[in-house]
Every structure is written in C-alpha cells, then in structure tokens.
Nanobody, 120 residues
Framework: VQLQASGGGLVQPGGSLRLSCAAS????????MGWYRQTPGKQRELVAH???????LYADFVKGRFIISRINAKNTVSLQMNSLKPEDTAVYYC???????????????WGQGTLVTVSS
C-alpha cells in the first residue's frame, strides 16, 4: 500500500491551498484517513481526520479554516486550507488506516509528506 500526497507549495498569508492524497495497492477498505503536520523540532500533530462514514475531527488551530474530505471509491482524501497563516508552515503528511482483507485489522500507512510554506 502506498499513499501519494500532493498540492503543497508557497502561498501568501490569507491564501489557500488544497492538498490531496491517494492510496493505492492491495486495499480492501480504509477506515480513518487524516492529515498531520510537523515542523522542525516538534512532534507530528493531528490536523484533521475523517472516517469512512464522513465524521470529521479538526485540531482547534484549524477549525473554521480547513476542510477535510474524502472519496471512498477512489481512496483519496483532501485538505482544503483557507486563511492560511505563517504558523501553518509545515510538512503535511496524510495517513490512512487500511484493511487488506475483510477480517484483517487495519494498518496505518503514511504518505511521504508535502511542504506547505506560508510567507509573504
């Protein structure tokens, strides 16, 4: 199973970016998919996640600004980031809890990370 993230880049404060992540490989189903971020010297932190049923959870620092969504049939998850702030600068990682069989416990896979830089 592989997760491929894309969509990072440089954006000015107040701007928007959309991150996308696609899972591929031997996938039976995916439970939760999410986005995390990490800055140098800090632990990776949850940004948002979404269950297969569409329930979402957001970190307080992105509530009202970021929107997570997914397309189950395509095994993709996206993160629409609006009103970006310099403190949102980080490497963003997607992850997915993947089941490779009907009775198999999910395994968490991670994407390679995509850099988001918010700067004027």
């Amino acid at each position: 199973v592989q997760l491929q993230a894309s969509g990072g880049g440089l954006v000015q404060p107040g701007g928007s970016l959309r991150l996308s992540c696609a899972a591929s490989g031997s996938i039976f189903s995916i439970d939760t998919m999410g986005w995390y971020r990490q800055t140098p010297g800090k632990q990776r932190e949850l940004v948002a996640h979404i269950t297969s049923g569409g329930s979402t959870l957001y970190a307080d620092f992105v509530k009202g600004r970021f929107i997570i969504s997914r397309i189950n049939a395509k095994n993709t998850v996206s993160l629409q980031m609006n009103s970006l702030k310099p403190e949102d600068t980080a490497v963003y990682y997607c992850n997915a809890d993947v089941r490779v069989g009907i009775s198999i416990r999910p395994i968490t896979y991670w994407g390679q990370g995509t850099l988001v830089t918010v700067s004027s």
